[in-house]
């Protein structure tokens, strides 16, 4: 696969919505430019988000309304204020710089998007105008469902779409046909947004490019139920005549949980989905490849077996093991795409099966070194014992910083990782990304925590509570330069960019 197949490489996992800015959360505007350049001084030449969808329930990226559309709080107003859409004087608000304050700030900048809205509306030029019909058009297999979800949701609000008048519920053309019309000025809002979105993301992606920096996108295994592919496809989900689920998602009792994993997400109708050749899965993927260069597909062991939970289970505990779509499904979607730029989280409890699809496809897995020193020397997370094709990660956006792990660890943890790593209490975060540096993995991802050496109050999520998740945001003034030569040297003696980057004596 030639994503996988060039040099040795490393990068920096941070999403967008942590960079700094001055409207209350990091978005596509300047600050995101400024990163890739940094990136690219430090020796980076990946930088990995967390899904970029627009996000649901808990501020969670990982349970959007959309399986296909950008996150609306990703949209920038510095391009809107030059094309003079928007005047920059109303944009002015006082938000936390360390924190997303979700419940202030989506409010205010759905309003702001608006008022640019009806600037384009009022000032756009008729190229303008052309340009996001056009964009819309290669869109429309989406598109269309997307806004319309969003424009009746918007009307029907707090109601989940299962509490929708019956015939939108059941998708009769002629009330949809009707809510079309009754709800064109929002429809053509919501287009509008995810018209800016595409070329914001994809300007983006350009400049990266330009500075030797690839995207790697992430991609849930499953939607939300109160989604717009839930309500436009649920011949594709196992729910029932009404649109509620019958069966949900998540993972059974383990050493972590006695109760288990109740995530709540609506299960896939796989033999449906295989009836039509697994087309929403090819569209889904394509649209994931348009906008990043590779993608992590997160819960990878759910294709070959997943975990059914009765929907009116309060708990995992009942749940039963069901069988996945397996290499069926990817040799559908490499039938349609060629190879695939993908990257297999396969974290958790995993069997010799789900190893045997990765390995079958060609994928790389994952190794997180934080895991790597609860057991023995075999440890398939210690860097020794690591194959080629892996992407080692310090910790995921699920992990604490490493100065966070390092002060909860068990004495038994410490002990063995100051032996392995040599750091004597040190700088163990410089000691763990040379440790993920210098091994034989393919690719090393750090989070930008961690090159900033970072304590637990900067960490992006706990699995399984609610509150500060997601809202992480940091400032430039963090970032001191000898952090970014630092990285570069280790970079370029690992291997994973050029030697010539740094200065070394004849």
């Not at 559309?69 to 204020?81: H, Q, R, Y």
């Amino acid at each position: 696969m030639d994503f996988f197949e060039h040099q040795r490489c490393s990068g920096v996992l941070l999403h967008p919505t942590s960079l700094p800015g001055p409207h209350g959360s990091g978005d596509l505007g300047p600050n995101s430019y400024y990163f890739v350049d940094w990136l690219h001084a430090a020796g980076q030449s990946l930088w990995q988000t967390l899904p970029v969808g627009p996000a649901g329930c808990g501020d969670s990226p990982y349970m959007g309304t959309s399986a296909f559309a950008g996150n609306p709080l990703l949209v920038a107003f510095e391009p809107m204020v030059v094309r003079g859409w928007i005047d920059g004087h109303a944009l002015h608000a006082t938000f936390s710089a360390e924190r997303v304050q979700y419940s202030l700030v989506n409010p205010w900048r759905l309003a702001r998007l608006r008022e640019a809205f009806e600037g384009f509306e009022r000032k756009a030029t008729e190229e303008d105008h052309a340009a996001m019909r056009s964009w819309a058009k290669t869109q429309r297999h989406w598109l269309d469902d997307y806004v319309l979800f969003m424009a009746i949701d918007h009307a029907m609000l707090p109601a989940q779409w299962p509490e929708w008048p019956r015939e939108l519920v059941q998708r009769d053309p002629q009330a949809l046909q009707q809510a079309r019309e009754d709800h064109a000025a929002e429809i053509a809002f919501w287009t509008f947004v995810q018209w800016q979105f595409d070329v914001q993301w994809k300007a983006l992606k350009s400049y990266a490019h330009s500075r030797g920096v690839r995207i790697v996108g992430d991609m849930p295994i499953f939607v939300a139920h109160h989604s717009a592919d839930c309500w436009a496809r649920p011949d594709l989900f196992q729910l029932d005549e009404k649109g509620h689920t019958t069966v949900v998602a998540g993972v059974p009792p383990d050493f972590f949980s006695a109760t288990g994993q109740r995530w709540g997400n609506p299960l896939y109708d796989w033999g449906a989905m295989q009836a039509d050749g697994y087309r929403w899965w090819v569209a889904r993927v394509r649209r994931q490849l348009e906008l990043a260069d590779a993608v992590r597909i997160d819960h990878f062991r759910g294709f070959v077996d997943y975990w059914e939970i009765p929907a009116d289970e309060p708990t995992a505990i009942a749940g039963r093991w069901r069988a996945g779509p397996g290499m069926e499904l990817f040799e559908a979607l490499t039938r349609a795409l060629g190879e695939l730029p993908i990257i297999a989280e396969d974290l958790g409890i995993i069997t010799p099966e789900v190893t045997a699809l990765r390995e079958r496809i060609g994928l790389p897995g994952m190794r997180v070194l934080q895991f790597a020193f609860t057991e023995d020397m075999d440890h398939p997370f210690l860097p020794h014992n690591y194959e080629a094709n892996t992407v080692v990660y310090i910790g995921t956006h699920d992990n604490d910083t490493v100065q966070g792990w390092w002060k909860a660890c068990s004495a038994r943890e410490r002990t063995l990782a100051n032996l392995y790593l040599d750091v004597e209490d040190r700088e163990v975060h410089w000691a763990m990304l040379r440790a993920a540096a210098l091994s034989v993995a393919r690719m090393a991802i750090c989070q930008f925590q961690d090159v900033l050496g970072l304590d637990t109050t900067h960490r992006m999520n706990t699995p399984g509570t609610t509150g500060d998740c997601w809202s992480w945001r940091f400032q430039w003034e963090w970032v001191h330069h000898d952090m970014g030569e630092r990285l570069l040297r280790l970079t370029a003696v690992s291997g994973r960019c050029p030697l010539d980057r740094i200065h070394l004596p004849h």
